[in-house]
């Protein structure tokens, strides 16, 4: 009888964790989540009277109107689309192909790895606003750039003072510092390869470009595909360098300051209701875009694992 009441007090304890392990999740999800979209998608379709504070519509078009008003806010948003563009492209196109062979370069223990695998971790490790200052020092007055153009006879100016130079640096930026955290997940990945398949590979006579290739690369293909998806979502919530050295100015604004901007009045009039529109706008062309790049990125996952 004792025994048959432990149990049931286990069983109502165990009812209970359950219970409260999901009601914080869910509580979490339906506020920040399923309460804060809804408000912004609300905000979207409203537009207010700033002279008196109030409503002027409860539902109304205005906003994306503007969007898409040539004079108003669609030539900022296209500028931003293509900028975004530009740093998601060249850290999937130069910053991922060679953090996947450096990461190759450290699992092999190849010569000189352990200093290479300092010079790319240190940044990493770093604050990014040191990173920052370092970098606007490097490219300032009296920075490397100052001393290399002094040398070669020609008159000094400020990389982030002028357009497109601005946005370029920033995109060297951006790349120069985002090697560390690939390099740490995808070498992760690499050390937990099946090396029973690796040693057959180099029986058969494999060298490191067909073993790269052929076998490691499909073998940690989910970790890759993961990345990737990670990347084309984060085109969102990539403001950092943005707000760090030119605030949006000089032809150098993003789609995710652009609403930053907007949202917190920062380098813009605040405005939350417009700000809900560009959102709600970057949200349906992001999401099929994002969709499609799962589809390409999983179907290329199952036929790597055929090959396998």
């Not at 001393?147 to 070669?152: L, V």
């Not at 690939?182 to 006579?205: P, Q, T, W």
């Not at 209701?273 to 560009?278: D, Q």
């Not at 959102?279 to 799962?294: A, D, E, Q, S, Y």
Request: hydrophobic share 50%; aromatic share 16%; proline share 3%.
């Amino acid at each position: 009888m004792e025994n048959k009441k432990i149990i049931n007090q286990e069983k109502r304890s165990r009812k209970l964790f359950m219970f409260s392990a999901l009601v914080v999740p869910t509580l979490f999800f339906l506020v920040f989540f399923v309460y804060v979209n809804f408000d912004s998608l609300l905000m979207a379709v409203q537009r207010p009277d700033y002279s008196s504070g109030s409503l002027v519509e409860q539902f109304t078009f205005e906003n994306f109107r503007l969007i898409f008003s040539k004079n108003s806010g669609l030539d900022e948003i296209l500028d931003s689309i293509k900028n975004t563009l530009i740093f998601f492209f060249s850290d999937l196109i130069i910053v991922f192909p060679i953090s996947i062979f450096m990461s190759y370069f450290f699992f092999k223990k190849m010569p000189g790895f352990r200093f290479f695998r300092f010079v790319f971790y240190l940044p990493s490790v770093i604050s990014s606003s040191v990173l920052v200052i370092l970098f606007k020092y490097a490219i300032g007055d009296g920075g490397i750039i100052d001393a290399i153009m002094t040398k070669q006879g020609k008159d000094f100016f400020y990389l982030l003072s002028q357009a497109p130079d601005a946005l370029y640096t920033i995109v060297f930026y951006n790349v120069m510092f985002s090697f560390g955290v690939n390099i740490i997940v995808l070498g992760g990945s690499m050390n937990g390869v099946n090396s029973e398949v690796l040693e057959a590979g180099r029986i058969d006579g494999c060298g490191w470009r067909k073993e790269l290739f052929l076998l490691v690369i499909p073998m940690m293909w989910p970790t890759i595909s993961t990345i990737v998806i990670l990347k084309m979502t984060g085109i969102l919530s990539a403001s950092g360098p943005i707000l760090a050295f030119t605030k949006g100015g000089v032809g150098t604004m993003t789609l995710s300051y652009l609403l930053y901007a907007l949202v917190s009045g920062v380098g813009k009039s605040q405005d939350l209701y417009y700000a809900s529109a560009v959102g709600v706008v970057m949200t349906v062309v992001v999401f099929p875009i994002t969709m499609l790049v799962k589809h390409l990125v999983y179907s290329d996952k199952k036929d790597a694992e055929d090959t396998l």
